[in-house]
């Protein structure tokens, strides 16, 4: 059965510096691997996706993730991160009936 | 069409009542999705259908809990005889399902809190 783990419960970088969040996953195949943001109170925004092809996935935003088949990796990475940015990160792998799996999530604090 | 939308958003309920929930899906979505999401955690997949077929439904899905969708449209969610455990957001989703094999993006609503005091 599929699974992700997110090892940062929360992360606080300063406004305009470099982000990376943590996305590690386990799956029987290849994966439909995705990343969703949850400001408070609102439902899941998609910001990427891989499905295959190029590892380097571009999303909204500004962010882009990378797909390491030998890390079962899929780290969310922006340049600078922005205030607005503050919200609730979740990694997510899909499966074969198209149900997904969530990490337990990252929340981002935005230091000004 | 404005994407996914879910009644009530807020629901407060007293320990033994029953509740339920509604889901609008993206009018040309043929799959919807129930998802569950505690405090602090990521959501958890309880049931999907493919127009007015429920496919799957999770462990978590106890007998409680009954989902329908009976024109393949909109959902309703039903808790029966709600316990404090079930207090959590509730959110839905939905896809189109182009074909066998293929996989597409969820899109999810705005979810439904509920609270069981």
């Known amino acids: 059965a599929q699974s992700v783990t997110q090892p940062d419960i929360h992360i606080t970088v300063s406004e305009g510096a470099s982000l990376e969040l943590r996305c590690n996953y386990s799956?029987?195949?290849?994966?439909?691997l995705f990343w969703y943001v949850q400001s408070p109170g609102q439902g899941l925004q998609l910001l990427l996706k891989?499905?295959?092809?190029?590892?380097l996935v571009q999303g909204i935003k500004g962010f882009e993730a990378e797909f390491k088949r030998s890390q079962s990796s899929f780290n969310l990475r922006k340049p600078s991160v922005h205030w607005s940015d503050a919200a609730e990160y979740f990694c997510?792998?899909?499966?074969?009936?198209?149900?997904?799996?969530f990490g337990a999530g990252t929340r981002l604090t935005v230091k000004p | 069409d404005t994407g996914v939308s879910q009644d009530p958003r807020h629901k407060i309920t007293k320990r033994g009542q029953n509740v339920t929930f509604r889901c609008d899906p993206i009018s040309e979505h043929n799959r919807l999705y129930w998802y569950r999401q505690t405090l602090g955690q990521g959501p958890e997949f309880l049931t999907y259908f493919q127009n007015e077929a429920q496919l799957e439904k999770s462990r978590l899905l106890s007998d409680r809990f009954s989902a329908e969708r009976p024109k393949g449209s909109f959902s309703t969610l039903e808790i029966q005889r709600t316990e404090q455990g079930d207090s959590a957001m509730y959110l839905c989703?939905?896809?189109?399902?182009?074909?066998?094999?293929?996989?597409?993006?969820?899109?999810f609503g705005p979810g439904t809190r509920l609270t069981v005091l």
């Open positions: 891989y499905f295959s092809g190029d590892t």
């Open positions: 989703a939905s896809s189109i399902q182009s074909g066998l094999g293929s996989y597409n993006e969820q899109f």
């Open positions: 799956y029987g195949a290849t994966p439909y």
């Open positions: 997510a792998v899909g499966g074969g009936n198209n149900d997904m799996r």
